[in-house]
């Protein structure tokens, strides 16, 4: 949806597959690309090829794939855990694989994506997943020991600040404002503060200081959430969203 909104889905050369007809009809009057059952079609009429299943399902959507590949055929996987030699255990050590991890405000252009490109893949094949997915949002090369902890923070990042977003709306609720009010100011101040930081290039810290007058309503705030744990809350959601990930890696 983000590369169709972003033009970069020629629909002649795109196809998509699913084993069930509804989210295929469903891919096509969204995308306008061709939606069909068997994955080897897939593979068979494309060059860069996604592979979006589970990570609890991926074994099986390889072995569907596998005997469809050639060295033609760039395949991504943004499957959480599962690892570059995993995939080139199941596809063949020659295929050109990229790992990427992205989160799903991709649908909007706002993604966060971390990428690591395998042993038999070219410059140019990590210069292209560079480009898909910086298309949809931000998109940054790391290791690949690192993409895990890159699932932890911003692949399932976030449902944790959808988390925050909906606990500040129940919040102002709680004071007395209507809901929607209260859900849009939240969700405001979040995509207010994100871009604060991402624009001004200032640190979180420096931010937090200029909105905190001595002896003022923030200070109050901030001193509710730290008595809770606040930042060891978040910093353990990272840590154990990433834990699960190198566990979905070893299990499947
Ligand atoms: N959700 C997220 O925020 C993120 C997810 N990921 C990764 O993306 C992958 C997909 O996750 P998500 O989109 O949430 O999962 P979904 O279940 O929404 O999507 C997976 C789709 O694959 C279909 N499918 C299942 N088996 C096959 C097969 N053998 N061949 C073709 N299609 C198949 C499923 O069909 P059906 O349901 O009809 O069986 C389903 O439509 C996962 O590996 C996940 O780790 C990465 C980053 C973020
Ligand atoms: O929850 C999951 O497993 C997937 C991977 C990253 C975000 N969602």
Same mark, same amino acid.
């Given at each position: 949806?983000?590369?169709?909104?972003?033009?970069?889905?020629?629909?002649? =050369?795109?196809?998509?597959?699913?084993?069930?007809?509804?989210?295929?009809?469903?891919?096509?009057?969204?995308?306008?690309?061709? !939606?069909?059952?068997?994955?080897?079609?897939?593979?068979?009429?494309?060059?860069?090829?996604?592979?979006?299943?589970?990570p609890?399902?991926?074994?099986?959507?390889?072995?569907?794939?596998?005997?469809?590949?050639? %060295? @033609?055929?760039?395949?991504?996987?943004?499957a959480a855990g599962i690892?570059?030699?995993?995939?080139?255990?199941?596809?063949?050590?020659?295929?050109?694989?990229?790992?990427?991890?992205?989160?799903?405000?991709?649908?909007?252009?706002?993604?966060?994506?971390?990428?690591?490109?395998?042993?038999?893949?070219?410059?140019?094949?990590?210069?292209?997943?560079?480009?898909?997915?910086?298309?949809?949002?931000?998109?940054?090369?790391?290791?690949?020991?690192?993409?895990d902890?890159?699932?932890?923070?911003?692949?399932?990042?976030?449902?944790?600040?959808?988390?925050?977003?909906?606990?500040?709306?129940?919040?102002?609720?709680?004071?007395?404002?209507?809901? %929607?009010?209260?859900?849009?100011?939240?969700?405001?101040?979040?995509?207010?503060?994100?871009?604060?930081?991402?624009?001004?290039?200032?640190?979180?810290?420096?931010? @937090?200081?200029?909105?905190?007058?001595?002896?003022?309503?923030?200070?109050?705030?901030?001193?509710?959430?730290? =008595?809770?744990?606040?930042?060891?809350?978040?910093? %353990?959601?990272?840590?154990?969203? !990433?834990?699960?990930a190198t566990e979905l890696g070893?299990?499947?």
């Amino acid at each position: 949806k983000g590369w169709a909104a972003a033009g970069l889905l020629d629909a002649n =050369r795109s196809a998509a597959s699913d084993p069930y007809p509804a989210p295929r009809e469903k891919f096509t009057a969204t995308t306008n690309v061709r !939606a069909v059952e068997s994955n080897a079609e897939v593979v068979a009429k494309t060059d860069v090829i996604i592979l979006a299943v589970k990570p609890q399902t991926m074994s099986a959507a390889l072995a569907e794939v596998r005997s469809s590949l050639t %060295d @033609k055929k760039l395949v991504v996987s943004i499957a959480a855990g599962i690892t570059l030699k995993q995939l080139a255990e199941n596809l063949g050590t020659n295929t050109r694989l990229v790992r990427v991890m992205p989160n799903t405000p991709c649908l909007l252009g706002a993604s966060a994506a971390g990428f690591a490109v395998g042993p038999a893949a070219t410059k140019a094949d990590g210069d292209l997943v560079a480009r898909l997915f910086n298309a949809v949002g931000k998109a940054y090369a790391v290791p690949e020991s690192q993409l895990d902890a890159v699932t932890g923070l911003s692949g399932s990042g976030p449902a944790f600040v959808y988390v925050l977003i909906e606990a500040l709306a129940d919040g102002g609720v709680r004071v007395g404002l209507p809901r %929607d009010i209260a859900l849009s100011l939240a969700a405001q101040t979040v995509f207010g503060s994100a871009k604060m930081v991402l624009e001004t290039g200032t640190h979180p810290a420096a931010l @937090k200081d200029a909105v905190a007058s001595p002896g003022g309503t923030t200070i109050a705030g901030l001193h509710a959430l730290e =008595r809770a744990g606040f930042r060891a809350a978040a910093m %353990d959601a990272v840590e154990a969203a !990433a834990k699960r990930a190198t566990e979905l890696g070893s299990k499947n």
